[in-house]
Each structure stands twice: as structure tokens, then as C-alpha cells.
């Protein structure tokens, strides 16, 4: 699901910059602040109301902001490669500061994974990842896109160095067991998987790559036992139904 910040520092640095001068007269009687915050928490509930929303407001001075909710609604209606163009267009004329920036781009990052368009989420995420200043979340998102390309060394110098950044980041262990896996380096990924279980129990991605291991390893038991527990904790998630769908192939039968 595309992370959307919602902060009031991110509304100003959205909404500050721009010139009302060309907008109506009463423009300046919106409360920009709150149709930002009332736009973007309507967005993932009833997206097609917000985009509406967004147009109208952006006719009242609602600018940068506006236009920023409008893409939003567009991921969230599922016309995500829209969503993605304009998230991206926004970060090119949006005048605020650098870590703003990023953060769009790695919206429209999210956007393009998910319309499976690696390569460009790849080229996105790095265009981000220098605004960012390589924070831990934007390496982890790259490394999804590269390890979606094929590149698990790329992954797992992402990885690598969110791990160095925030050594308690459960999903980058997680994820970084998953691309030594594809690299066939076991012993990495179980350490990784195991490291991530530790800082927490209960997470669905790591317990679901640690049944993996195990089912290659030919502990159908122990794999068994973390896929359920998965479906357990993420019922509805990626993460249950590709527990499902392993139990299931795990269960098939080959005469």
C-alpha cells in the first residue's frame, strides 16, 4: 500500500509556496490545512469522492496540495500507473524542500511496483533515495524493485545498508533473508530470518520466509507450522495468501 505523509510540516511545505493570486477572491477564506487532511484521510476509504473533492478545492487555491491528494486518489481507485505519472510530475514543479521531494517520488516509486513496472519504480526510488538522503524506508523500497528485477545483489546492498542505518528494521531482515535465498546463501537467510523473529515474534513476513527455508530444507513440519501461524496473524495480507498458496502446493499430491 503506498505510504502517504500526512503531516501538517508536509502540508505547509506543500501549500506555503504557492501564489493565490490567480485563484478567487475567497479563496483565501479555505481552510487549506483541513481540506488537505479531510481529502487525503477520504482517499483510501471512498477515493472517487476525494478525487472530487481535490478538483474542487484545487479550483479554489488548493495548488500543489490538491493536486497532490488528486494522485493519491487516483492509487488508491487503482489507476495506479496514473497515479504514478502524476505523483512524478509533482515532484518536478512542487517547490519545497528536498525531503519533500523524495517523499513524493517515492510514492510514485510505490505506484509503479505495484502496476508492475520494476524498472521504472527502480529509476523512481533512486531518483528519491538522493533526496532522502538514503534513509532505511526508501532503501528498502528500492530493494524491493530491484530484487523484483532479478538484481538480489543490488537488493541486498540496499538492504545492507537500511539494516546499518536502523538495526532493528524487521522487514529489511526479512526481506534481505528472502534475496540471499534466491541467491542460494542459506546460511545468511536463515541467520537474517531468525534475527528478524527476534526482534519480532509475530511478523508476518519473516515467519512466512522461514517457513520457506524450511520447506526447502525439507522440514515440512516447521513450515507448516509458520504458514499457518501466518494465516493466523494476515488472514486478508499478501503475507496469508502466499502462506495459503504454499501450504497448498506443499499438499499436492504427485501420483
Not at 478545492?57 to 490538491?66: F, I, T
Not at 487503482?78 to 521531494?101: S, T
Not at 538484481?151 to 538495526?167: K, Q
Not at 516447521?222 to 503475507?239: I, M, Q, S, T
Request: glycine content about 6%.
Amino acid at each position: 500500500m503506498i505510504t502517504v505523509r500526512q503531516s501538517a510540516l508536509f502540508f505547509a511545505l506543500l501549500i506555503l509556496p504557492l501564489n493565490f493570486s490567480s485563484a478567487p477572491a475567497f479563496a483565501e477564506e479555505v481552510n487549506h490545512a483541513r481540506e488537505y487532511a479531510r481529502c487525503m484521510a477520504i482517499a483510501p476509504k471512498d477515493p472517487n469522492d476525494a478525487f472530487e473533492m481535490a478538483t474542487a478545492w484545487k479550483s479554489l487555491g488548493g495548488g500543489d496540495a490538491a493536486e497532490h491528494c488528486a494522485a493519491i486518489t487516483l492509487f488508491y481507485s487503482g489507476q495506479k500507473e496514473f497515479a504514478a505519472r502524476r505523483l512524478e510530475a509533482l515532484a518536478q514543479k512542487v517547490v519545497a524542500e528536498p525531503e519533500f521531494k523524495g517523499q513524493i517520488l517515492a510514492q510514485a516509486g510505490q505506484a509503479w511496483l505495484a502496476v508492475g513496472d520494476a524498472a521504472h519504480a527502480e529509476a523512481t526510488f533512486s531518483e528519491a533515495v538522493k533526496l532522502l538522503r538514503g534513509r532505511p524506508g526508501i532503501l528498502v523500497d528500492r530493494s524491493e524493485a530491484r530484487a523484483a528485477m532479478g538484481d538480489y545483489r543490488g537488493a541486498v546492498e540496499d538492504l545492507t545498508n537500511a539494516i546499518s542505518a536502523d538495526p532493528k528494521m524487521v522487514d529489511a531482515y526479512a526481506f534481505r533473508a528472502s534475496a540471499y535465498r534466491y541467491l542460494d546463501e542459506m546460511g545468511k537467510a536463515k541467520a537474517d530470518v531468525d534475527t528478524a523473529l527476534q526482534l519480532a515474534p509475530n511478523d508476518p513476513s519473516a515467519l512466512l520466509e522461514r517457513g520457506i527455508i524450511s520447506r526447502l530444507s525439507g522440514d515440512n513440519a516447521a513450515a507448516r507450522a509458520d504458514w499457518l501461524r501466518v494465516l493466523e496473524l494476515d488472514p486478508n495480507g499478501e503475507a496469508g495468501r502466499l502462506a495459503q498458496k504454499n501450504i497448498e502446493k506443499m499438499d499436492v499430491k504427485i501420483d
